[in-house]
């Protein structure tokens, strides 16, 4: 089955401790994101890559890090998260050609930091 | 940058009424991507469109790429309450790769 996975879905921690989040996909597709869903403020890009080792901030890059050593893992890695930076994240792969773009998501991790 | 406007922001409607939301962008784009996502999961893409004018139904729905290309409509026929949910608008424009997405309308379904 085509998919997107991410893990953990859940994950509650504390200030200033890194962590990171996986993210896998089996289609193939060469382009990923990472997107956080705040209320009234809608779904916004975080980090995106276009192949291996290609990577580019989106809109809110700020307390991220990213890396994609392989196209179907792209972690998202918190260095030293914030409360701010509690939210729900969406992983996704993108078919990007022969005239095809579908974006595809993952089933969001929901972080809060305390 | 690109915006999207979504409207209606909700909508309340009864079991067997047809629904009609849209998406109106302030520039062209050359896709327009449809949503549908159910609280705490991930969106799933329910219809993808390409062209000016294009029709396409996936089920009960059916969206179209508007002439102007500047907006996008989705249209649900006789609602269940799985409908429920907030439904995306999502576009591409430019030669940019860039996905800007709608607010979203939330869709309450009562039986």
């Known amino acids: 089955e085509a998919q997107v996975t991410q893990n953990p879905r859940y994950l509650i921690t504390v200030t200033g401790k890194k962590l990171t989040v996986t993210c896998s996909q089996n289609m193939n597709h060469e382009y990923m994101s990472w997107y956080r869903q705040d209320p009234g403020l809608g779904l916004r890009q975080i980090y995106y890559?276009?192949?291996?080792?290609?990577?580019d901030k989106g809109d809110v890059p700020e307390g991220y890090k990213v890396s994609r050593k392989e196209k179907r893992n792209f972690p998202l890695i918190l260095e030293s998260p914030s409360p701010n930076q509690t939210s729900l994240y969406f992983c996704a792969s993108r078919l990007f050609s022969g005239g095809l773009d579908e974006q595809y998501f993952g089933p969001g991790t929901r972080l809060t930091v305390t | 940058g690109q915006q999207l406007n979504q409207s209606p922001q909700s909508m309340f409607i009864q079991e067997g009424e047809d629904v009609s939301m849209n998406c109106t962008s302030s520039s062209i784009f050359n896709t327009w991507l449809w949503y549908k996502q159910d609280p705490g999961e991930g969106p799933v893409l329910l219809i993808a469109l390409y062209k000016a004018g294009e029709l396409t139904s996936n089920g009960r729905l059916t969206a179209q790429f508007g002439i102007t290309r500047k907006d996008s409509f989705l249209n649900i026929s006789a609602s269940i309450p799985s409908d429920v949910g907030i439904y995306f608008c999502a576009g591409r424009g430019g030669s940019n790769y860039k996905l800007t997405f709608g607010k979203g309308t939330l869709l309450t379904v009562n039986p």
């Open positions: 890559s276009m192949n291996v080792e290609v990577t």
